[in-house]
């Protein structure tokens, strides 16, 4: 699988903005047709934040809906987040997966490779 790599945690306050980033390396399996961004925070399952598939079709969570923004490039993966609330605070990991329908490309079951994750906090 291609390696993953997030970078651009950090600790904000609420109503701040921040982007966080995924470089990949190695050349990308064909068959990964699908990105996406997910969050965990302390004692909560990990959930979809937004995806994005190799046609650019995205999609996002309700919570996040019209604040942030899912971008891709030949090597990154970004994610833009505006008008942070604290409940946004978590660890955000970068995944790479199949796409096998719009109804499961927030499902972390989708995906085969992960990145190590990146801190989030919002105050």
């Known amino acids: 699988q291609v390696q993953l790599v997030e970078s651009g945690g950090a600790s904000v306050q609420a109503g701040g903005s921040l982007t966080l980033s995924c470089a990949t390396s190695?050349?990308?399996?064909?068959?990964?047709?699908?990105m996406g961004w997910f969050r965990q925070a302390p004692g909560n399952p990990r959930e979809g934040v937004a995806a994005?598939?190799?046609?650019?079709f995205s999609k996002y969570a309700e919570s996040v809906e019209g604040r942030f923004t899912i971008a891709q490039d030949q090597n990154a993966l970004h994610l833009h987040m505006n008008s942070l609330k604290p409940e946004d605070t978590a660890i955000y990991y970068c995944?790479?997966?199949?796409?096998?329908?719009?109804?499961?490309?927030?499902?972390?079951?989708?995906?085969?490779?992960w990145g190590r994750g990146t801190q989030v906090t919002v105050s």
């Open positions: 995944a790479a997966g199949v796409y096998g329908g719009s109804r499961s490309m927030l499902n972390p079951a989708a995906y085969t490779a």
């Open positions: 190695g050349t990308k399996p064909s068959q990964l047709t699908l």
């Open positions: 994005i598939t190799k046609s650019e």
